[in-house]
T-cell receptor, first 110, second 108 residues
Framework: DVKVTQSSRYLVKRTGEKVFLECVQD?????MFWYRQDPGLGLRLIYF???????EKGDIPEGYSVSREKKERFSLILESASTNQTSMYLC?????????FGQGTRLTVV | KNEVEQSPQNLTAQEGEFITINCSYS?????LHWLQQHPGGGIVSLFM???GKKKHGRLIATINIQEKHSSLHITASHPRDSAVYIC??????????FGPGTRLSVLP
């Protein structure tokens, strides 16, 4: 069974904390993505990566950074968490036209 | 104009009803995905299709590339089908563009 695994389902962090959201895929996919999902706004692309150590900004990169040191792992980093980053975060991997999504991490910043 | 539109936005049905959700898009694509998201859960890819029709259990997806339109049908709907259904298209060589989703509630 192919899998995209996000390290946490639920997270509560304090304002100003540095937050790491981890995503691992076991399909040897080159392309990986981080999205956030908010009511009324749908899924919005934060960052994506087409290869190891390669990253590209998506539509809403402000306040986020990413790391792709190994092909299977794509990390999203909130350098200094803020309350407006409270959201559902979804990781995806893709090869050609096939895409697979993680279970999502619901992050609350208090 | 949004690149991917869905209708209806919200849908409430009685158990057993036949359900149709529509997706229209304005970009050129080679395939379309139908995704399902249960409340509080992650996203599951139901179908990827580039032409014709695909069937999986009670779910049927059709696509007309020329008309830039796809439909997702659910036969004999059940309360466990209650979820948000999202269509997503990867424009040639680019990242996904997602529809706004259709929230389906199936009442027992």
């Amino acid at each position: 069974d192919v899998k995209v695994t996000q390290s946490s389902r639920y997270l509560v962090k304090r304002t100003g904390e540095k937050v790491f959201l981890e995503c691992v895929q076991d399909m040897d996919h080159e392309n990986m993505f981080w999205y956030r999902q908010d009511p009324g706004l749908g899924l919005r692309l934060i960052y994506f990566s087409y290869d190891v150590k390669m990253k590209e900004k998506g539509d809403i990169p402000e306040g986020y950074s990413v790391s792709r040191e190994k092909k299977e792992r794509f990390s999203l980093i909130l350098e200094s968490a803020s309350t407006n980053q409270t959201s559902m975060y979804l990781c995806a991997s893709r090869q050609d036209l096939r895409a697979f999504f993680g279970q999502g991490t619901r992050l609350t910043v208090v | 104009k949004n690149e991917v539109e869905q209708s209806p936005q919200n849908l409430t049905a009685q158990e057993g009803e036949f359900i149709t959700i529509n997706c229209s898009y304005s970009v050129g694509i080679s395939a379309l995905h139908w995704l399902q998201q249960h409340p509080g859960g992650g996203i599951v890819s139901l179908f990827m299709l580039s032409s014709g029709k695909k069937k999986h259990g009670r779910l049927i997806a059709t696509i007309n590339i020329q008309e830039k339109h796809s439909s997702l049908h659910i036969t004999a709907s059940h309360p466990r089908d209650s979820a948000v259904y999202i269509c997503a298209v990867p424009p040639y060589g680019q990242n996904f563009v997602f529809g706004p989703g259709t929230r389906l509630s199936v009442l027992p």
